[in-house]
């Protein structure tokens, strides 16, 4: 629980602030889209593995509340806000992709 | 995250985001978590608040007296529902729907009966504990689905605030079992990690059922991408492929279209029949108290009263089934023989189904018996205090900063005003809440409404007064309020037409009773808290005075929390 105490100049609060503006957004909108898309992918993924379509819903749409806590202590604990970004887009992509393969009468 | 950019460890970084998670929507997750303790007492407040009620006391005729009461209110009705007196609730609550009502709940009909005698009561209007259980999940004075959206994304802050909690504090148990009272910063972490650690499990199922409960419209798109955005199509799944009901897709689930259905059938039913004499409604309940000895009946559901069609369903008082959203079971007679038949089977349920019913149904307390309430009700109790030694921590733990400044910041400032306002003043608006009830007059037009105006009148004067006070002094008076406000509550039910707590005692109206003693027991704590509040010295110690000499008044007068001399050398040395 360390909090820096001294002031430093200006230029670097200001560099502070457009840091941690950017690890939120990405924490927030960036973590809101993982969690929709792993809802969707699972939504539709779970049902390749037997469960049924309503079980298969239910259960990711759950998970996907985790996901979204995972995702907005990643945007905080990693090294760099690059790291932060990369480290929700990227998935976020890939489930979304699975969404949309897997969705009824989308892809085929 | 460090000011310089410079990289940090993992507890670090997590206790950053644990302190601001917490402090930005801190205030209305107090709120929430406040008024949602409350709300496990949800039925007992609303009895309170209508003091009308307060002399119906049941006895073994109340079941029969109420249908009777039925017939002559409402001869014509395709349903009655009877909600009996418990120990939650002291009247029978009834409904009942007329031939070619609307469907769902704008063609239900309500009144209530004295259990004692049958006759209906006129209860003044009022939202009771409605309001605060209501305002929990989707706050006041906004379109309900912003603030369920406001509160949703507060939940979301609240689960990852427990989750970094949990990774900051890497000696969660140690933890635990430490309390170092009269140690100013100290003490107020080994209060925030106790109340946190000891009902960790309530913290993160409450919070998780909570965003579980509001899911399909915080996370709808599972059902938009597998239904292809058929949210019927969904709900009628969930209830195991029954026909769609329109409508039935709302935040609550699927619960009202079920309803809708059977209802409609019994409208239909009805119109065909001739007038018959109803069996008499004793001999099932004695069938069913052998059934159900330990919880006896809840509910009476008349299917096509006075027809031959006509069917009593009992159902059994206090939903035992977790797993099945607290439905409770079940017995199903025939209206005019009076002879039992077979209820329909409940289908089975799939284990994702059951997780979700189990998670909700704890977060309601749907379950619960006297027991489990009150644990679950003293859970919330701890979590707000959790909630409430968090934020005061933001300030105390800035308090050497500030000294150092020889001023208070600004932020720090608006940080103590609102941890005054939301926490104490929650206190003070809830109190006058009740107070309102009783002393505006019973006929007031619109007077629910009023009530609520009072508590958000009194609670936002309760913000306006910190910024006029010193801080320290602004917690004392609060509390005092609140403390004199929830201690004479007791005896205001008693002078303004309720029953008082020794009528209510002697009746074994629990509900009621229970009130009573609950607002006693929160005037207890409040007091404790003034107590310990004029005890503790104010202000800094002479060493950090040194330091801090040109310190105005108010820099060195808001050291509500500071410590003591001990407890500031502890911390100087801890920073």
Known sequence: ????????????????????????????????????????????????????RVDATMTATMLAFVVYAIAAMWAFGCATALRAWLGIALPAGTLALIAWVLAPGAAA | MRVD?????????????????????????YAVFFTGTLSFFRNEITDWMRPELHQSVPDAGTAQRGLDAMQAIAPKATTWTLSLPNERQTAIEASWREPGAATGRAGTLRTTLDAGTGEQLQPRETRGGSFLYRFHFELYAMPRIWGRWIVGFATMLMLVAIISGVITHKKIFSDFF???????????????????????????????S?????????????????????????????????QAQPGAANANGPREGGRASRQANADADADANTPVVMAAVGPMMDAALQQWPAHGVGSITVNAPGTARATVELREGGGSSLVNRGTASTLLFDGVTGEPRQAPEAAAISWPRATSNVVSSLHLGRFAEPLVRWLLFLSGVV?????????????????????????????????????????????????????????????LLGRSDWEIRGFFTVWALCLLHPMLRPHRQAWREQMLVATVL?????VLNGLSGGASLLQTVAHGQWSIAGFDLMML???????WVLWWLARSKPTATPAARKTA??????????????????????MEQQP
Not at chain 2, 213 to 231: E, F, H, I, K, R
Not at chain 2, 407 to 429: C, D, F, K, M, Q
């Open chain 2, 486 to 490: 929830f201690a004479l509550l007791p």
């Open chain 2, 383 to 443: 979590g707000t205090i959790m909630a409430a030694t968090g934020m005061v921590i933001w300030v105390v733990k800035r308090l050497p900063e500030r000294r150092k400044l020889g001023r208070t910041p600004y932020g720090h400032r608006l940080v103590e005003v609102l941890n005054v306002g939301a926490i104490a003043g929650l206190s003070v608006a809830t109190a006058s809440f009740f107070w309102f009830n009783r002393l505006l007059p019973a006929e």
């Open chain 2, 178 to 208: 430490t309390f170092r009272p009269r140690k100013g910063q100290r003490s107020w972490l080994d209060a925030h990690n106790a109340t946190a650690v000891l009902a960790l499990p309530f913290h993160l199922v409450i919070t998780f």
């Open chain 2, 521 to 527: 027991a929160l005037a207890a704590l409040h007091g």
């Open chain 2, 210 to 242: 909570g965003l579980v409960l509001l899911m399909n419209m915080l996370m709808p798109w599972g059902v938009q991408t597998a239904y292809n955005g058929d949210s019927n199509a969904y709900f009628s799944e969930l209830r195991g492929n029954r």
């Open chain 2, 549 to 570: 000499a040109p310190a105005k008044p108010a820099a060195s007068d808001a050291g509500l929390l500071a410590p003591h001399a001990a407890g500031a050398a502890v």
């Open chain 1, 1 to 52: 629980m360390q909090t820096a105490v001294n002031h430093p100049p200006a230029a670097s609060l200001l560099g502070y602030r457009a840091r941690v503006a950017s690890r939120a957004v990405a924490a927030i909108g960036g973590g809101y889209a993982l969690a929709a898309a792993s809802a969707a992918a699972g939504a539709v993924g779970f049902q390749a593995f037997g469960m049924a």
């Open chain 2, 5 to 29: 950019g410079k990289p940090e460890g993992l507890r670090q970084s997590m206790s950053w985001l644990h302190t601001w998670s917490g402090l930005l929507l801190g205030w209305l997750l």
